[in-house]
């Protein structure tokens, strides 16, 4: 696990942001080299590796509120 991830409480099993998926990128060596070279912090955090993807996100909002939800490996909507 990496040292950053260490450092904070990652809040597992809660929502704790909403935001807007504005792409979705197949990973290339290419790809990988650039995330790795120019976000560094990002990469140490992810699974990077060729045939994967990767989201890119805008308009993150941290909820003041953390919402408790089970997880799921996919995109989803939440339902009150």
């Given at each position: 696990?990496?040292?950053l991830v260490k ?39 992810g699974i990077y ?32």
């Amino acid at each position: 696990m990496s040292s950053l991830v260490k450092q904070h409480n990652m809040n597992y099993g809660k929502i704790i942001c909403k935001a807007e998926l504005v792409d979705c990128i197949y990973m290339t060596a290419e790809f990988i080299k650039y995330l790795k070279t120019n976000y560094p912090e990002e990469y140490k955090l992810g699974i990077y590796e060729v045939g994967r993807y990767a989201w890119i996100l805008q308009n993150i909002q941290q909820l003041n509120i953390k919402i408790t939800a089970k997880g799921k490996l996919n995109i989803w909507i939440y339902n009150n």
